[in-house]
T-cell receptor, first 114, second 112 residues
Framework: ETGVTQTPRHLVMGMTNKKSLKCEQHLGHNAMYWYKQSAKKPLELMFVYNFKEQTENNSVPSRFSPECPNSSHLFLHLHTLQPEDSALYLC?????????????FGDGTRLSIL | DQQVKQNSPSLSVQEGRISILNCDYTNSMFDYFLWYKKYPAEGPTFLISISSIKDKNEDGRFTVFLNKSAKHLSLHIVPSQPGDSAVYFCAASHSGTYKYIFGTGTRLKVLA
């Protein structure tokens, strides 16, 4: 599925680096999400944006900073991350109230913290 | 406390047979349930959903059953095909929120 595109696909960074993950959706959805998937754990919801407004921050540490400039783009800015932050970060979008309302996911960014 | 549980981390089924994947939830406020399929190096892909006003929803080879009193749902795949080999996640939400709670997934392997 190419409706939700995430870049980069892989990222290796040191604990003192600053980097950003990008997500773009071409589905006309109004809601966008960041999830974290660690090994043997369920997908953990991090942030939800609806019409560019943040509606959910699931107790995420401040070293993760989301940005949603418009309904089609979502960023996750990273700084001074810890080794335990190594995981797959998934972006998703949805259009609540229409059709199946299901979330459509990108293929994720595999993040490794050295 | 995990609100959505998939207690079987893996399942192997012979091609042509039925695959049954199970999911339990604890929050009685959940009223919409979804199943996703995930191949390696790809994001989860939506498969099928069910609203709490129904107890069954069917789409081709995939059927989801919901037992609200038991807080249990299951995904049936019949007949199973090797291409169905993937990790399957169930998810639940409460209408009016944008919050989806996922299970840990079940890895299905369909043997040719």
């Amino acid at each position: 599925e190419t409706g939700v595109t995430q870049t980069p696909r892989h990222l290796v960074m040191g604990m003192t680096n600053k980097k950003s993950l990008k997500c773009e959706q071409h589905l006309g959805h109004n809601a966008m999400y960041w999830y974290k998937q660690s090994a043997k754990k369920p997908l953990e919801l991090m942030f939800v944006y609806n019409f560019k407004e943040q509606t959910e921050n699931n107790s995420v540490p401040s070293r993760f900073s989301p940005e949603c400039p418009n309904s089609s783009h979502l960023f996750l800015h990273l700084h001074t991350l810890q080794p335990e932050d190594s995981a797959l970060y998934l972006c998703a979008s949805s259009q609540p109230g229409q059709g199946d309302g299901a979330q459509h996911f990108g293929d994720g960014t595999r993040l490794s913290i050295l | 406390d995990q609100q959505v549980k998939q207690n079987s981390p893996s399942l192997s089924v012979q091609e042509g047979r039925i695959s049954i994947l199970n999911c339990d939830y604890t929050n009685s406020m959940f009223d919409y349930f979804l199943w996703y399929k995930k191949y390696p190096a790809e994001g989860p892909t939506f498969l099928i959903s069910i609203s709490s006003i129904k107890d069954k929803n069917e789409d081709g080879r995939f059927t989801v059953f919901l037992n609200k009193s038991a807080k249990h749902l299951s995904l049936h795949i019949v007949p199973s095909q090797p291409g169905d080999s993937a990790v399957y996640f169930c998810a639940a939400s409460h209408s009016g929120t944008y919050k989806y709670i996922f299970g840990t997934g079940t890895r299905l392997k369909v043997l040719a």
